[in-house]
């Protein structure tokens, strides 16, 4: 049974960090292709990174160079480093396997400023 489980959101002031996890349960996250999303208050919820099975990651333009995507493949966990928070990226993260559609329940994270 494919499970995922996000934690290490939280309250954070302007320009603070902090590291999400995914717990995959079910399926070996090294085989697929694992994304962050989120969903900021009164917005859609949209794509933030990507690591792809072969390592490689990708982020989106607004987050790229302060956040960082990655994953531990024996302890099958996919990280979101994330740096230099913005008030504006105050929003509920997800993680998510494209293939399967499988979601997590979401973490909040709260930058304030």
């Known amino acids: 049974q494919v499970q995922l489980v996000e934690s290490g959101g939280g309250f954070v002031q302007v320009g603070g960090s902090l590291r999400l996890s995914c717990v995959a349960s079910g399926f070996a996250v090294s085989l697929y292709a694992m994304r962050w999303y989120r969903q900021g208050p009164g917005k859609e919820r949209e794509w933030v990174a990507t690591?792809?099975?072969?390592?490689?990651?990708l982020e989106e333009d607004s987050v790229s160079g302060r956040f960082i995507a990655s994953r531990d493949n024996r302890e099958n966990i996919v990280y979101l480093q994330m740096n230099s928070l913005k008030t504006e990226d105050t929003a509920v993260y997800y993680c998510?396997?494209?293939?399967?559609?499988?979601w997590g329940q979401g973490t909040q994270v709260t930058v304030s400023s």
């Open positions: 998510n396997r494209w293939r399967g559609n499988y």
């Open positions: 690591v792809f099975s072969d390592g490689r990651t």
